[in-house]
């Protein structure tokens, strides 16, 4: 029984959903999430935490960065809890602001304190 509620916990917050979204698709460094997001690297990192509890995410370490991404066992569920949920406006809002910060910042990936990321074949993945 404690698998999902702890995969319940890790959607039942705003900021966790957040973090969700923009981990689905690619993977970003803790430092490019902290400013798309506007929070401090040691909140980010505990939330991160709580939805790496659950088994969500898979994480690669290159040097000293850490890159998050969504398992992608998880992505058929993940939709499917996406397209149920996203009809509030203001958490489409939301979202749609948080991918646009992304996107800016991960044009800025070379100029910024994380390294490009290379493939996820070539980096070693954690569960």
Known sequence: MRAPVTFA???ADETRW???HLVFAQALCVCELADVLGLPQSTLSSQLKVIQKAGLLASERQGKWMFYRVD???HPLLKSLFKHFGSSS???AT???DARKARNRLAQRDEGCCPPKTSSRAATARR
Do not use: E, V
């Open 90 to 92: 203001l958490t489409d």
């Open 95 to 97: 979202l749609a602001r």
């Open 18 to 20: 957040r973090i969700i």
């Open 72 to 74: 992608p066992a998880f």
């Open 9 to 11: 916990h890790a959607l």
